[in-house]
């Protein structure tokens, strides 16, 4: 299949490579330089203007980050642009809003459109096991589906357009909230005595047991390879943990729904942030 793929960042450059380790023709473009030069050394054949990429295409991928670029890119470079009848699909994690519009728009002018953001960091990425949560018609979502398995271990249809965003902004609350838990926990452990794989080792076999603790603890030298192992670089960048913290926070007070551990957390993370911004969101044990 001939496939478009806009925005080859951290998350994105893994992603069209393992589409054109599945067979894929890859037409890629991205603003920097950098990004088109690694992807073209992954097999993709790249372009300095995202109109030119989506031209003759069966889909197109888009990775960016945030709403506003996204509005940009669909509207400005890829409606009208690729062929009628091409489905889109954008990974991104942006607000619902904006994804039921833009579905909107792209059913008008002829295109099938899915919202699929993911959940895994740049590892999962490279690696090609990413989760997708998809929202979107059942039609869309099937054409979708075998694009998504060639860079994810799972894909899950979600629901209609805007149900695979506002899964993930679930998601990563919740994730949010439980790593700093995780953190506080490890710290109370250590200031009481505890050595940090003792309690690692208990901890994970009880009730205290998360993703956040055993596929990715805070502590280095701790549980399986994680960030944290690495002085905290690569994996899930605080800022953009506190980005999805954000859109989730606007997104309950539009549904008039109370989040306050989300909201504890997005101010966690935004103090954070100011700098540290770069580092894995786990990195946040630092503050503690």
């Known amino acids: 299949m001939k496939i478009a793929f806009i925005g080859l960042g951290n998350m994105g450059g893994g992603m069209a490579a393992n589409l054109v380790k599945a067979g894929h023709e890859v037409r890629a473009f991205d603003l920097s330089d950098e990004a088109r030069g690694t992807a073209q050394g992954n097999g993709c054949v790249v372009f300095a203007d995202a109109k030119e990429a989506v031209q003759d295409v069966e889909a197109v991928v888009t990775m960016l980050p945030n709403g506003g670029i996204v509005?940009?890119?669909?509207?400005?470079?890829?409606?009208?642009h690729a062929p009628a009848g091409a489905i889109v699909l954008d990974c991104s994690t942006?607000?619902?809003a904006t994804t039921r519009a833009l579905s909107e728009a792209a059913s008008a002018q002829g295109y099938a459109m899915v919202d699929a953001p993911v959940s895994g960091g740049i590892a999962a990425a490279n690696g090609g096991t990413l989760t997708f949560m998809v929202g979107g018609t059942a039609e869309a979502f099937a054409r979708a589906e075998p694009?998504?398995?060639a860079m994810g271990?799972?894909?899950?249809?979600?629901?209609?357009a805007g149900a695979g965003e506002a899964a993930k902004l679930c998601n990563n609350l919740i994730l949010a909230a439980t790593m700093i838990a995780t953190c506080e926990g490890f710290k109370l452990a250590e200031k009481l005595g505890l050595d940090s794989q003792v309690f690692y080792d208990i901890s994970s076999k009880a009730t205290?047991?998360?993703?956040?603790?055993?596929?990715?603890?805070?502590?280095?030298?701790?549980?399986p390879q994680s960030p944290s192992d690495n002085e905290y670089k690569g994996g899930f960048a605080t800022a953009l943990m506190l980005k999805d913290l954000k859109l989730a926070m606007e997104?309950?007070?539009t549904a008039?729904?109370?989040t306050p551990l989300g909201q504890h957390s997005k101010d966690l993370y935004e103090a954070f942030a100011a700098e540290h911004g770069a580092l894995d969101f786990s990195a946040i044990i630092k503050s503690l």
Not at 71 to 80: A, H, I, N, R, T
């Open 71 to 80: 509005k940009s890119v669909l509207e400005g470079d890829v409606f009208g």
């Open 94 to 96: 942006i607000d619902v």
């Open 147 to 149: 694009i998504l398995s």
């Open 153 to 160: 271990k799972a894909v899950i249809h979600a629901g209609d």
């Open 208 to 223: 205290g047991q998360s993703w956040s603790m055993t596929s990715y603890c805070p502590v280095p030298g701790v549980g």
């Open 251 to 253: 997104a309950a007070e």
């Open 256 to 258: 008039g729904t109370s």
